[in-house]
């Protein structure tokens, strides 16, 4: 078989509908619109999800639609009591805690909250700690590591601003010479 010999299976394409033709054609008279009514008019019809005026199901299920805030950080959670099956002086950090299978994977940042007790000395290292086990890691004897910076801690302070600088007088624009004028003389040549 050449190329030139395909051709589109029995059935594959389809006559155009020629509506309001006739009733020879097969769809005239109505033209396939029924009887009347804003549906059968041109230019006519409802948006989708009208119901005739009715509460639409989209408003009678509001709490259904949900919103998503596209600023909103989600975290991967680990309680401060998970954090006691590592020993005394160990570094926690979400590797660490991949590997004894507290969290399943590393892709969000990592929150510690202060749910539970924790009686050993750890290095915890995350994104983000709530107050509470902030306070339970340090009266352990342990201590926090932000991978961020600690945003409770002061922000530097702005480098200072550079000396101002004298403001400079500014060069008349040069204007374009008329026709009947004679051009401006270059400086250190004399007029003729």
Known sequence: MQQHELRQPAGATHKRKRVG??????????ATKGLKGQKARSGGGVRPGFEGGQLPLIRRMARK??????????YEEVNVGQLAKFPAGAEVTQQALLEARIIRHTRKPLKVLGDGDLGVALTV???????SARQKIEAAGGSVRWL???????????????PEMEAKPM????????????PAPVDGQEEA
């Open 21 to 30: 033709r006739g009733n020879a054609s097969g769809h005239g008279t109505y």
């Open 171 to 182: 060069r008349p624009r040069a204007r374009a010479a008329r026709a009947d004028e004679a």
């Open 125 to 131: 290292e995350a994104a983000s700690f709530s107050k």
């Open 65 to 74: 639609r949900g919103f998503r805030n596209p600023f909103r950080v989600d």
């Open 148 to 162: 961020h910076g600690d945003p409770e801690e002061a922000p530097a302070e702005p480098p200072a601003s550079a």
